[in-house]
Nanobody, 121 residues
């Protein structure tokens, strides 16, 4: 059974930073591409960032490029999302996902429960 558990969300002022963490169990983590998605109230879940199994390849949504960074520690079975220069429009529930590297939700069969990020103006 693959399990993903996110942590690190919270309330932050605009311009601030947060680091999300996702711990993965039950799968060969180092071979598994990982992604972060987010879902704001009343909106579809959208792609944020993805990283290859090795950590060498990354991909970002245009809305977060230059502000967010995805990275992983395969020794700890964790993937992270470092978020800088946060904006109120970044407010959403953030989900960690495991599967195939891509921007579509159906590329990822395994999901965490989500962690809330709220950015105040």
């Amino acid at each position: 059974q693959v399990q993903l558990v996110e942590s690190g969300g919270g309330l932050v002022q605009a311009g601030g930073s947060l680091r999300l963490s996702c711990e993965v169990s039950g799968r060969t983590f180092s071979r598994t591409p990982m992604g972060w998605f987010r879902q704001a109230p009343g909106k579809e879940r959208e792609f944020v960032a993805a990283v290859s199994g090795s950590g060498i390849m990354t991909d970002y949504a245009d809305s977060v490029k230059g502000r967010f960074a995805i990275f992983r520690d395969n020794a700890k079975n964790r993937v992270y999302l470092r978020m800088n220069s946060l904006k109120p429009e970044d407010t959403a529930v953030y989900y960690c996902a495991a599967g195939d590297m891509g921007r579509q939700r159906n590329a990822y069969p395994f999901w965490g429960q989500g962690t809330q990020v709220t950015v105040s103006s």
